[in-house]
């Protein structure tokens, strides 16, 4: 009971602050200024970049980065799903990332790269694939400022949100608590208003968010459903 007690007040103020960061992936590129500004009331914008190496698919580059911290004030959440990510992060963090995240699977040397990262003055995060375990952040999980829990196989959007991702946001929430440490933990793929709930209950309190959002006539709208979806 002491447990449960010590655990609630700390949760629930999770659930208040969580951040939204739709996914330009799901995005009309060729009104992407538009887009950008559809979506100002949220709390940061997601760039999948992907290389068709590590995923099968193609997206976006730093130029592109870029010309998106141009229009924007809202902090850029730049995931790299590349291979060789240690040659680029440098490029990224000059485009304009305020976070950028490594896929796990991807760091062959994962400490170093991440130091990388924060030598270059931006946060950092580390992504695990929804078949990855934990363990490969017993290392580094001091070192990093968020945590990427993808809730979908990486590579392209719209797909259907894995549920027994939940066990493991809890997992990774209840570790961080355990080691006094403060990191986020993000979660991507299939989160719409009938999925945030759940995932912010079990302590995700970055969320992003693709389809749902830009697959809608009023983004604004979902936006405050989505918020709305995370206090109940």
Do not use: W
Request: hydrophobic content about 45%; proline content about 4%; glycine content about 8%.
């Amino acid at each position: 009971m002491t447990t449960r007690d010590t655990k609630t007040p700390a949760r629930n103020s999770l659930r208040s602050q969580v951040k939204l960061s739709p996914s330009l992936l799901a995005a009309d590129f060729t009104r992407l200024g538009e887009e950008i500004a559809a979506v100002s009331s949220a709390d940061m914008l997601h760039v999948d970049v992907m290389d068709g190496h590590f995923v099968p698919n193609i997206t976006f580059g730093p130029s592109v980065v870029q010309a998106v911290h141009a229009v924007t004030d809202l902090p850029l959440d730049v995931h790299l799903m590349i291979s060789n990510p240690g040659e680029y992060i440098e490029a990224f963090v000059r485009s304009g990332a305020s976070v950028l995240t490594l896929s796990a699977e991807a760091c062959l040397h994962m400490h170093r790269l991440v130091h990388q990262v924060k030598n270059l003055g931006a946060k950092v995060g580390i992504a695990l694939n929804p078949a990855t375990s934990l363990s490969v952040l017993d290392h580094v999980l001091e070192d990093i400022d968020q945590v990427l829990i993808m809730t979908v196989n990486p590579g392209f959007g719209g797909q259907k949100f894995i549920p027994s991702m939940i066990t493991k946001i809890r997992a990774l929430r209840e570790q961080i608590a355990y080691r006094g440490l403060s990191v986020d933990i993000e979660v991507d793929g299939g989160i719409d208003q009938t999925t945030i709930a759940s995932v912010v209950q079990a302590g995700a309190n970055v969320v992003v968010a693709g389809s749902a959002i830009f697959g809608a006539e009023n983004r604004a709208d979902v936006i405050r459903q989505l918020r709305g979806a995370c206090s109940n």
